[in-house]
């Protein structure tokens, strides 16, 4: 009797560290003999890796579920699993909301999936599995990498801070950090397959190595990066300001290999909102860290993360979060309408700013970072840029998506594999991405 091969279909909502997570999960389940489907609709096995960070993460976590009841109603042999910060939040919710689901884990139990599946198809009911603490790590798990030429690799997990907006501390518990010679030794194994460029990921990242040796680590970690042989790219998220220390910058403004790009989340402009936030800076002392990075990194393309309509917030908070983003000149950002997450202090904050009052601030809010992001674009028209191929456009197989040291996106016409290096000159700015072309294509 020829043996039936299963098929798996992965469907990840949220960060980096959720894609991260899901490559691992891809890993584990091939190392069970599962192979890839193409779509949901061609899958023995769907897997939703979920999102927590604001309330659109449960609606889509539930509406996708609710998608998915058909087709497990048609083929009851359908499995259905649902991971990550959502289930670590939910915990026994989501079953209750969606019982046609066979397999839910949280964040700190994605090693136990395959044991999971084995269990619901001996019990024939739902299996969970909602930890309150990290035993492996992501990076510890097999993988299954999109790109060959890129990884992620964790080197921390969990945050000690207490932000009142976020709920990160209570789906992924304290700073975890791994050894730095178990970080190497994943980052040279990596660097030995033809990886080139590797990210490093944490809540916050920069506070690496705290938990082991009483101190950051992660000045030190990006140093010793610089002699992994092979290695061309390193990449990291997401540092919270305040620790972004001077080692920090000069390790970063010193090495060959760490790109010039850093993400540098401002949350608000406001002093009054910043301190509601529970962030441990106001928005002068923001400032002037920003400038001593671009003094010692003048190449450097900074992103930033903006929350509109935090509790409380007025118009004039609002006017200093624009003015202070007028001065910063971020190349890019990330904006967000404020999502209430119980569990969070602010959720239970007075002043809740009327929804019409924060789409209108993030109307302008938007306006505004487009503006600064296509004329910071526009600058760089006629100069060469190393870029990274990361494969054909999604809107058009004849142009290739390359990514700049600066984590900009420049689109080139003609054909060029995957993890190829390309000199490439800019020929056309927008606010997301530059248009570029490449003599060795022509």
Avoid at 39 to 46: H, P, R, W
Avoid at 189 to 208: F, I, R, S
Avoid at 258 to 272: A, K, M, N, T
Avoid at 334 to 348: E, I, K, L, V
């Amino acid at each position: 009797m020829i043996a039936v091969t299963k098929r798996y279909f992965v469907r990840t909502f949220g960060c980096q560290m959720n894609e991260h997570d899901s490559e691992r999960i891809s890993g584990l389940l091939e190392a069970e003999g599962y192979e890839r489907a193409a779509t949901a609709s061609d899958a023995d096995l769907v897997l939703l890796n979920t999102c927590a960070i604001r309330e659109n993460a449960d609606n889509k976590l539930y509406g996708a579920l609710g998608a998915l009841k058909p087709a497990k109603d048609a083929n009851p042999d359908l499995r259905i699993a649902v991971g990550g910060c959502l289930v670590q939040k939910d915990k026994g919710l989501v079953i209750e909301k969606a019982p046609w689901v066979d397999v839910a884990f949280g964040t700190f139990a994605v090693g136990e999936l395959p044991a999971l599946l084995r269990e619901r198809e001996r019990t024939g009911a739902t299996a969970f599995e909602f930890r309150e603490q990290t035993e492996v790590f992501p990076s510890a798990l097999p993988a299954r990498r999109d790109h060959p030429f890129h990884a992620w690799v964790s080197v921390s997990v969990g945050c000690d801070n207490a932000c009142t907006f976020c709920i990160v501390p209570l789906v992924r518990g304290k700073q975890v950090s791994r050894r730095m010679g178990e970080i190497l030794d994943e980052v040279r194994a990596l660097a030995g397959e033809g990886v080139l460029e590797v990210t490093l990921l944490g809540q916050n990242v920069n506070t690496y190595g705290r938990d082991l040796d009483g101190r950051p680590l992660f000045a030190e970690l990006l140093r010793a990066l610089d002699d992994v042989e092979g290695l061309r790219r390193v990449r990291f998220t997401s540092p919270h300001p305040h620790d972004f220390t001077p080692d920090v910058i000069d390790a970063m403004a010193s090495s060959s290999v760490v790109c010039e790009h850093i993400h540098f989340p401002l949350q608000s402009g406001s002093d009054r909102v910043l301190s509601r936030m529970r962030r441990s800076y106001r928005s002068g002392r923001y400032l002037a860290w920003l400038d001593a990075i671009r003094e010692a990194i003048p190449a450097v393309a900074v992103s930033t993360d903006v929350i509109v309509g935090f509790p409380g917030e007025t118009d004039d908070d609002f006017a200093q979060t624009l003015r202070v983003v007028e001065q910063a000149q971020f190349d890019s950002a990330y904006t967000f309408q404020y999502s209430t997450r119980p569990g969070t202090d602010a959720a239970g904050y007075d002043e809740q700013v009327p929804p019409a009052v924060v789409a209108e601030r993030f109307g302008r809010l938007v306006e505004a970072q487009e503006r600064i992001s296509l004329a910071k674009n526009a600058a760089l028209i006629g100069a060469h840029f190393e870029v990274l191929v990361e494969g054909p456009s999604k809107k058009d197989p004849a142009v290739l998506t390359t990514r700049t040291r600066t984590n900009k996106i420049a689109h080139i016409r003609g054909a060029a594999a995957p993890g190829t290096f390309l000199t490439a000159r800019i020929t056309g700015a927008h606010p997301h991405f530059l248009d570029a072309a490449a003599p060795a294509l022509v």
